[in-house]
């Protein structure tokens, strides 16, 4: 497994000393998450946040998976890791896209066995089994929550794709005729190229084993594999993986279409354009020949000639 457990005092090294303790998941591969919890009475919250990677494109991503553990703690903690890390490949907009996406909230307490509870979708970890029983339950959990939280990265990027391809169909609408023939280097409507990597990059998110299937360890363990069953059910993980595809589907026959499109306009541009050399190099040929005479040229012939016979009919005083 690509996972890294750390268990540490709430609130970090400012914990008191009967400070319950906290736990965290960190999820290693490709993709992106973030999730968190909030607290109340006798509850604790679970929090999973994302390093930053990029969906599909191969990029290197960590999830964390926080349980118990304090806002500030895990702020700071996180605030350190990413400085430790290796600088990544993707741009400051991409970054701070993958950031800027909210965190989920829900709660869980200790009880008398592990569950998620419909009706208010709080979490209950059993307290009455060993402390490596529970932590596999917060394993099946924290499974869940990372895979939720890289979906929710993927339709965020799905629903900038498909505003990128709506702008392009309205600004090749809007476009003059020379417009849509000219390439995109030359002042021509833009045919999408940059946006029809995206899409092709994002739809490699249905190989990602930790998004798209059930961890292995858990078929040999089917009490927790209903745990993980029912928070993959809660979040309709499924359903929206579909709804992605599906909307994905819809943008790349769109994308194919213009595509398609400004290809033909492209070879119309280039056939006018050989049409218009071809005319003009007949032009020069004919004109060099003489068989296109200038009016100007005829006219001052013409002067000249008046101007001769003139002379030859003038008679001598």
């Known amino acids: ?45 679970t929090t999973t946040y994302g390093s930053t990677g990029s969906i599909g494109g191969g990029g290197p991503m960590c999830v964390s998976v926080w349980w118990g553990a304090s806002a500030e703690f895990e702020e700071s903690l996180l605030t350190d890791l990413r400085a430790a890390a290796s600088k990544s490949s993707l ?47 917060q394993l099946a959990f924290s499974h869940a929550l990372q895979r939720h939280m890289k979906l929710l990265l993927v339709e965020d990027e799905a629903e900038r794709i498909v505003s990128a391809m709506k702008r392009i169909v309205r600004q090749g609408l809007g476009a003059s005729w020379p417009a849509r023939l000219l390439p995109t280097a030359l002042g021509g409507v833009d045919s999408g190229a ?5 899409l092709l990059l994002l739809r490699e998110f249905n190989f990602d084993p930790d998004l798209m299937s059930t961890p292995d360890w858990l ?53 006018y354009t050989i049409v218009v050399l071809i005319a003009f190099e007949i032009f020069v040929e004919v004109y060099s020949l003489g068989w296109i005479p200038f009016g100007t040229e005829h006219s001052l012939k013409g002067s000249h000639m008046q101007m001769h016979l ?8």
């Not at 940059?194 to 995206?198: A, D, G, L």
């Not at 909307?247 to 541009?269: G, I, N």
């Not at 003139?310 to 005083?317: I, K, L, S, T, V």
């Open 310 to 317: 003139a002379c030859d009919g003038e008679r001598p005083e």
């Open 219 to 271: 078929w040999e363990q089917p009490a927790r594999e209903a745990l993980y069953d029912a928070m993959v059910l809660e979040y309709e993980i499924e359903e929206r993986i579909e709804a992605v595809n599906q909307q994905l589907d819809y943008a790349q026959s769109t994308m194919d279409s213009l595509t398609e499109d400004k290809r033909h306009s492209h070879s119309l541009f280039v056939e």
């Open 91 to 137: 741009s400051k907009q991409e970054m701070d896209n993958r950031l800027a996406v909210p965190k989920e909230e829900t709660r869980f307490q200790f009880g008398a066995r592990s569950e998620l509870k419909g009706r208010d979708d709080e979490i209950t970890i059993n307290s009455y089994v060993p402390a490596s029983s529970r932590l596999l339950d």
């Open 194 to 198: 940059s946006t029809i990597q995206r």
């Open 1 to 45: 497994e690509d996972v890294v457990y750390l268990s540490a005092p709430v609130m970090g090294c400012n914990s008191p000393v009967d400070a319950p303790p906290a736990s965290v998941f960190f999820f290693t591969g490709y993709g992106s998450t973030a999730s968190d919890s909030e607290k109340e009475d006798r509850s604790f919250g």
